[in-house]
């Protein structure tokens, strides 16, 4: 019998999808071609296209691998705490980037779909 999903199923290992308002996220682990764990976070938005009156789905994705999960929990745990504290966290050594070594311009990117 022909194995059609083999490699399907070894790329993603697990999901999550999470329902919140109009947005719907998904957190899938996946395994590279050398079985080592990443993560993929999507964000799902449902459109409306009214100039041809059909729905649509638009997406935005980040891939996290397995050596940034801990800087990553750390950063994001520290902005949930600012918000519903209102107080900056301390920073942690492993985040202490100055500002200026990031010259990043968000506006700068463009992606085609």
Known sequence: MEEINSKEHK????SRAVKAGRRTYFFDVK???DDKPYITITESKRRYD???GN???EKHKIFLYKEDFEKFANGLSDVIEFIESGHEPPMRDENLLEESQV??????????S
């Open 11 to 14: 790329d993603e290992i697990f």
């Open 31 to 33: 395994t590279t071609s």
């Open 50 to 52: 009214s100039a041809t």
């Open 55 to 57: 729905y649509s789905y």
């Open 103 to 112: 010259d990043l311009n968000f506006e700068d990117l463009s992606i085609n």
